[in-house]
């Protein structure tokens, strides 16, 4: 089975596809990115555009790969027996099982290193915002002492200082010597950087030196000069090497020159340029001053005349009758405003006194005793139309009152049991229990019998029919 794992009892067999694969995973967590430096050979650069290369040193070699990407970044054409420095990863081909490296970048050896620490450095700083426009300090038009940090032998103060004498003679210069390449210049510059800011007799300064290879300019590529340059406070212009160097002073500086010459042209002021613009300012100076003092004379005419047509004996006259007007209208204000005012007081006044409480009070008492009469008045007539009226009810209740006929000799006689009112003896029977009503009281008797057929005019009693009881004594508890 291609690309799997055969287990025959407790043995663990590999493929060689397994092999190779994993053979690759362990050399790349081993070694991981590696620089490496040799001879290139056996260069190929076929139509798909990767690199394939033999890298080797006197005693070994080594397959490589570089793929397109990578290819089209480089900043060199590569040849057979170049000396190159490249970035790689280990790796191993595995359908043959080549071991070969994957080349991410390549550099030739020499100026390819210090280019690569170059870069790196200037990355580094860079992130930490050494090169910011944001921290350049302008360079002064006109500065008032110049200082040269270089060494003091060579070519570069020379060519300052004509420059610096052609251009503005009395332009006082400060030279700080140092060595400007050895392993002592990095802290000399430093120093002299440190002193020309702590002294604060220059208004700029110019950090230069001469051409030369790489590794002489190397130098001015120094972390501690670059920081001390950054922390300077006095503006620097840098003018290290030949137009075509670049070196990370250059980037951090506050003002880049391509040559010592062309630093001392750009802090110095031109001598002609000055003198020819003291000339124009003087011109415009005269001028100026005459044109105001034109001016001034012909305000002063004005002012004269103005004063005389202003003079105080002249208004005095005018003022003094318009005072005396003002006065007779102040008068004549006063008097119509008093006029109104004493108008306006006797209309309130007689409101007033329309409006007194005392003769409305009077009124209203009057009204009041006349309601008060008239009230008294309506609840006694019907008081007594009322009085007469339960009179002559009582009259008429008096004569329809059974009282009245009790008195006259009539009795009311009831059922004792019900209290209903007999007016027919057809619903009595013998035995009930009767209650008679007189006048002076009640009697209660017991029925004996009813003749209920008519009877004689003239007996006991006319009417439908003839009762026939005797008296019955009821203690009072009965009823």
Aim: glycine fraction near 8%; charged fraction near 25%.
């Amino acid at each position: 089975m291609t690309g799997a794992q055969v287990a025959t009892g407790s043995r663990d067999i590999y493929t060689v596809s397994r092999l190779n694969r994993e053979a690759r995973f362990i050399l790349n967590e081993l070694f991981g990115t590696l620089w490496i430096e040799g001879e290139l050979s056996n260069l190929s650069s076929p139509s798909s555009g990767h690199l394939y290369f033999t890298l080797k040193d006197a005693d070994a070699q080594v397959r490589c790969a570089m793929f397109r990407p990578q290819v089209r970044s480089l900043g060199f054409k590569p040849e057979n027996g170049d000396h190159v420095l490249i970035e790689a990863q280990v790796g191993l081909y595995e359908p043959r099982g080549d071991f070969q490296l994957i080349v991410a970048t390549m550099e030739q050896l020499g100026d390819g290193a210090l280019l690569r620490a170059f870069e790196a450095l200037k990355r580094r700083l860079a992130a930490e915002g050494l090169f910011d426009a944001a921290h350049k300090k302008p360079i002064p038009t006109l500065p008032r002492c110049v200082g040269v940090v270089t060494s003091p032998t060579g070519a570069a103060l020379r060519d300052v200082l004509t420059v610096l004498k052609r251009r503005f003679p009395a332009l006082p210069v400060v030279v700080f010597p140092v060595k400007v390449q050895g392993s002592e210049a990095r802290h000399e510059i430093v120093r002299a950087l440190a002193q020309a800011d702590r002294l604060g007799l220059c208004d700029v300064l110019i950090l230069t030196r001469g051409g030369g290879a790489p590794e002489d300019l190397w130098t001015f590529n120094d972390e501690m000069v670059v920081r001390a340059i950054h922390a300077c406070r006095v503006p620097v212009v840098s003018a290290v090497g030949h137009e075509i160097d670049v070196t990370l002073a250059d980037w951090v500086a506050d003002l880049r020159a391509p040559t010592p010459s062309a630093a001392a042209v750009a802090v110095s002021p031109d001598r002609g340029e000055w003198l020819d613009r003291f000339r124009r300012l003087e011109a415009r100076l005269r001028q100026g001053l005459m044109a105001h003092l034109e001016r001034s004379q012909r305000l002063l005419g004005f002012l004269e005349k103005r004063l005389q047509q202003l003079h105080p004996g002249r208004r005095l006259p005018t003022q003094a009758q318009r005072l005396d007007e003002l006065e007779l209208r102040l008068r004549r204000a006063l008097r119509q405003r008093l006029a109104a005012r004493a108008d306006r007081l006797h209309a309130l006044r007689a409101r007033l006194l329309r409006h007194r409480p005392e003769p409305r009070l009077a009124f209203l008492q009057a009204q009041h005793a006349l309601l008060l009469q008239r009230l008294v008045q309506a609840i006694r007539r019907p008081l007594e139309a009322h009085g007469h009226a339960l009179a002559r009810l009582g009259q008429q209740l008096q004569a329809v009152s059974p009282l009245a006929t009790l008195a006259r000799g009539y009795t009311i006689t009831s059922e004792r049991d019900t209290g209903t009112i007999l007016r027919s003896c057809r619903s009595l029977e013998p035995g009930a229990a009767l209650t008679t009503r007189f006048p002076d009281g009640l009697a209660f008797s017991r029925v004996e019998g009813v003749q209920r057929e008519p009877i004689a005019h003239g007996g006991p009693t006319a009417g439908a029919g003839a009762l026939a009881f005797e008296p019955v004594d009821i203690p009072p508890e009965a009823d």
